[in-house]
């Protein structure tokens, strides 16, 4: 299995993709579990192993209760609470253990991951309550959901069906696993479901900031925006590379606009922040995107349970890879950059619907008075923008001691991450009713036309949303416009890369 790369990582979530074993991923599985068949021919205490667990780790387990102890782990383990995790995310838990066992420090047989393997394959998706985790341990209680399926135990989601754990078994020619030693102790430590929701989190923030980058450029051409602040010498003066990619896009995107061109003589001297500086907020969101990738794109394809195996010396050393601090800052990164992401746009939003500030018709409708236009979309966007404030809060700086104080300090990262991509929908929400606003804001500027690439945006916006010639629902469009948002409609539209 070569190593998994974040545009794979996504195509797994999207079921565009799945994982293979390779002959070396066989050979270091196989290395692995002789290394903990031969620890325990020693007869020396080995935690996880032949001993219980957290605070119990002095209890020394009988050689014929080895396999008992690891299906108790898993079933004692299995306390999850909450809406189920979805199949794509479960889609990409499972394969990310795929990987974190193959790397062989797990000390499991090959069967195990083949058992996995056959899940993933047949589309079988174990259900997995999604709260429950503390992030250090691993994922503990969400992963014992997933390992209890493999044993027959729970429940799986097979073709839409919610079936007892072993009747899908039996649907899909898997018999239930026995597991081995150290093997139920593997499947629950690790970070692949705080990993998994992050990476969640991170595409679902990168098709925002496109669309984002898009409409912050619609709106500058519908208010009649100066594109002098793209200059690129501005932002090599400073010298972050997020800043002078975003000024760089959007200098493109405005590049050829006749509404810009009615107004270049114009004697304003400077926008409002939240049209001028986009490159410096968008570009430091950019940066902290990129950082965040790079450090998910390290965990997906890390070894995190503990102990770890290492074959090679029959090594079994006890750490603490298990911790998702690292997972925990990532998604806590994408949420704060995710919630400014729809701060800034909400600004826009808000000139584009004042009239005195605009030039256009008041809450961009004609009849104003008559008809109340934007005003209420602009509302839903400035609710949702304050309920991201209040989710971007970091749940990486608090901690909560678990397991009789064994546990003392916790990553919270699973929280992070799920709260990570409630941020993200919500800003896909006020990018949508930006991207409607702006749009409508163009259309009063006809006939004069806006640049190819924003009219190609512009035209995206009108295929699913009509122009808004008087008060209707507008909770359909709203919803359309997220939609357009977060399935990446205007990704392919732009030049910048969040993973670049």
Do not use: W
Request: proline content about 4%.
């Amino acid at each position: 299995m070569t190593r998994l790369d974040l545009a794979t990582l996504r195509a797994i979530l999207e079921g565009s993709a799945t994982v293979r074993l390779t002959a070396a991923d066989t050979a270091r599985l196989d290395a692995s579990a002789a290394a903990v068949a031969r620890v325990l021919e020693t007869g020396d205490a080995v935690y996880g192993v032949n001993t219980g667990f957290g605070l119990l780790a002095s209890t020394r387990i009988a050689d014929d209760k080895l396999g008992q102890l690891q299906r108790n782990l898993v079933l004692s383990h299995c306390c999850g609470v909450g809406a189920p995790l979805p199949d794509a995310v479960v889609r990409l838990i499972l394969a990310l253990k795929i990987v974190s066992l193959s790397r062989g420090h797990s000390g499991v047989r090959r069967v195990v991951v083949d058992a996995l393997q056959k899940l993933l394959d047949a589309k079988a998706y174990p259900v997995i309550p999604s709260q429950g985790s503390v992030g250090a341990s691993g994922d503990l209680a969400p992963l014992a959901h997933l390992s209890a399926a493999l044993i027959g135990e729970g429940r799986i989601r097979l073709e839409g069906e919610e079936l007892e754990a072993t009747v899908a078994l039996q649907r899909i020619g898997q018999a239930p696993l026995v597991l081995g030693p150290k093997e139920g102790l593997a499947l629950l430590n690790g970070t692949q479901v705080s990993t998994a929701l992050a990476l969640d989190a991170l595409f679902r923030a990168e098709d925002v900031f496109n669309a984002a980058i898009m409409a912050g450029a619609m709106s500058v051409d519908a208010l009649k925006g100066s594109d002098a602040p793209f200059d690129a010498r501005i932002h090599a003066a400073r010298g972050h590379k997020g800043q002078s990619d975003v000024a760089a896009t959007i200098l493109k995107l405005l590049n050829g606009s006749a509404i810009r061109e009615s107004h270049v003589d114009c004697d304003r001297v400077q926008d409002p922040y939240s049209l001028r500086c986009q490159p410096q907020v968008m570009g430091a969101i950019l940066d902290v995107l990129r950082q965040a990738a790079t450090t998910l794109e390290i965990e997906a394809n890390a070894a995190t349970d503990n102990p770890l195996v290492f074959a090679e010396d029959d090594a079994v050393l006890s750490g603490g890879n298990f911790h998702a601090e690292p997972v925990a800052f990532a998604a806590d990164m994408i949420s704060m950059a995710t919630a400014e992401i729809a701060s800034i746009s909400e600004r826009r939003l808000a000139i584009l619907v004042d009239p005195k500030m605009s030039g256009l018709p008041a809450f961009l409708v004609n009849d104003s008075g008559l008809n109340s236009g934007f005003m209420i979309a602009q509302v839903t966007a400035a609710a949702l923008v304050s309920e991201n404030k209040t989710l971007a809060h970091p749940a990486s700086v608090d901690s909560l001691p678990t397991s009789a104080n064994q546990e003392d300090h916790v990553s919270m990262a699973t929280f992070a991450a799920r709260k990570a991509g409630d941020i993200a929908h919500n800003a896909a929400g006020v990018i949508g009713i930006e991207l409607m606003a702006a749009a409508q804001g163009i259309d009063f500027h006809a006939p004069m036309k806006t640049s190819g690439p924003l009219a190609a945006a512009h035209a995206t916006v009108r295929g699913s949303i009509r122009f808004l010639a008087g008060d209707r629902m507008m909770a359909d469009d709203i919803a359309a416009a997220t939609a357009l948002v977060e399935r990446g409609a205007f990704g392919r539209l732009l030049s910048v890369n969040p993973q670049g």
